[in-house]
């Protein structure tokens, strides 16, 4: 899984950035996943007097981090504004390469009624929570086995096109910024959507608009729910001397969430309960989080192996002093008495 470079990891942390309607905190909170659409432009609903074509791009956020969501985004427009209206209107990019500050400003735009991108374009997000994302990469044999990142992410993809499909939009073209192999990854979501042009690429949210645009809504969801998670989760209590300040003066002790940010490690060590580890912003089965639980601040628990078969019988928890003279309930309810004690 490739890490960021200290520069990028200094891009990646967010700071005091714009809360998009994609962030639902009691959700976030509670530790569940869940997917948010924005309201379809009526002039890309199918009840329009002309179908108007769409394309649409897909891209995610926080794959590698060890604290926070994987945020899937898409984004779609009408294939003649792909480049005017996101490339030379709003300088769109690869949202790595755009500061925090401008990638909230341009989700602030796209969020805010009666804006060009909010009239013309429609987005969605699905956010993957750490807990889920950790349950289904540990999952046991017995239950389906692992399901690993990528085909938690494939999945995500798929519900969020479909998705779009399902409120009768005209998808003509779909872009991908690529999980694995493009062709592999191109020919699945071919058989699955067979009318759509789809293209699959490395760096696609650099070459396509609505990629980019795809990679600002995912960066910034991510980016806000991880400012949520620590205003509740991560943040100490404040000493009295400190609770007049201005919350804004308060950074993310945490830092990107990534392993390779030091911040992030120094906080994981200074808050880890030594049996239940951390809370919903922790990706447990990331190596950096096991490796912590299994040191020796963490409390090993052995859990027993799960028995299918209904071998225990009632009398298999209770010991008898005179079992082996075949009496197996002789002190369960008293010592049995013969006919001459009445």
């Known amino acids: 899984m490739e890490e960021p470079t200290p520069a990028e990891i200094e891009n990646e942390t967010p700071s005091n950035i714009f809360i998009p309607p994609s962030v639902i905190p009691s959700s976030l909170l509670s530790g569940r996943s869940y997917t948010h659409f924005s309201p379809v432009p009526p002039s890309l609903l199918a009840s329009a007097e002309k179908s108007v074509p769409v394309c649409l791009g897909v891209d995610e956020a926080g794959r590698g981090p060890v ?102 939009v005209n998808i003509q073209e779909i872009y991908v910024d690529t999980i694995g192999q493009p062709a592999a990854y191109q020919k699945k979501l071919e ?32 980016d806000a729910a991880l400012e949520v998670l620590w205003k509740t989760r991560g943040r100490p209590p404040a000493r009295e001397e400190e609770k ?34 951390w809370g919903p912003e922790c990706r447990f089965s990331w190596g950096t989080a096991k490796d912590m639980l299994e ?10 192996v799960d028995d299918d078969g209904d071998t225990h019988r009632l009398t298999d928890f209770f010991s008898a002093k005179d079992q082996e003279e075949g009496d197996e309930l002789g002190t369960w309810f008293g010592t049995p008495a013969g006919l001459e004690a009445f």
Not at 191 to 219: E, G, H, M, N, Q
């Open 67 to 168: 604290l926070g969501p994987m945020v899937y985004g898409i984004f779609y427009l009408p294939l003649p504004l792909s480049d005017p209206l996101l490339r030379q209107t709003h300088h769109f990019d690869d949202s790595k390469v755009l500061t925090p500050q401008v990638r909230s400003s341009l989700m602030q735009t796209l969020s805010t009624a009666g804006s060009d991108l909010h009239q013309s374009c429609g987005w969605a997000t699905t956010l993957l929570s750490a807990g889920d994302i950790s349950a289904g990469m540990m999952r046991p044999s017995n239950a389906g086995g692992s399901y690993n990142l990528n085909a938690q992410a494939m999945d995500a993809t798929v519900q969020l096109i479909q998705g779009i499909y399902d409120r009768g």
């Open 191 to 222: 058989r699955i959507f067979p009318t759509a042009k789809i293209t699959v690429a490395k760096k696609a949210d650099s070459l396509y608009p609505c990629v980019s645009a795809a990679s600002v809504c995912a960066k910034v969801t991510r």
């Open 244 to 277: 007049d300040k201005n919350e804004e003066d308060t950074d993310m002790e945490w830092g990107s969430g990534y392993p390779s940010d030091q911040r992030c490690v120094t906080w994981l060590r200074g808050n880890m309960h030594p049996v239940f580890g």
């Open 295 to 304: 040191g020796p601040k963490g409390v090993k628990v052995d859990w027993p």
